[in-house]
């Protein structure tokens, strides 16, 4: 059993910056892709943005040039730099661990409020 805990979600102003955190349980998380997820109020969750095994990236569209996406092996832990913030923004971001079997984990979510 896999276990995710995202951290770092935080009222902050247009323009500035955060680092999401998600910590995962286990020893599948270095074969994993793991992904950032937003779900805005009323609107279904949504891929922000995901990094495989190998380190490579995809982001939607709307992040692009504003966040990064990184993962530290020997901590199980994966990041998401997000920079230049628009109200925009605002959801509750989820962690997902991916295998293609398919297996998918999820965290709890962490509120990130952009401010105007």
């Known amino acids: 059993q896999v276990q995710l805990v995202e951290s770092g979600g935080v009222l902050v102003q247009a323009g500035g910056s955060l680092r999401l955190s998600c910590a995962a349980s286990?020893?599948?998380?270095?074969?994993?892709?793991m992904g950032w997820y937003g779900q805005a109020p009323g609107k279904q969750r949504e891929l922000v943005a995901w990094?495989?095994?190998?380190?490579?990236?995809n982001y939607a569209d709307s992040v692009k040039g504003r966040f990064t996406i990184s993962r530290d092996n020997a901590k199980n832990t994966v990041y998401l730099q997000m920079n230049s913030l628009k109200p925009e923004d605002t959801a509750v971001y989820y962690c997902?661990?991916?295998?293609?079997?398919?297996?998918?984990?999820w965290g709890q979510g962490t509120q990130v409020t952009v401010s105007s």
């Open positions: 997902n661990l991916h295998l293609p079997r398919p297996v998918d984990y």
């Open positions: 990094i495989t095994a190998g380190c490579l990236t």
């Open positions: 286990g020893t599948i998380f270095s074969i994993s892709r």
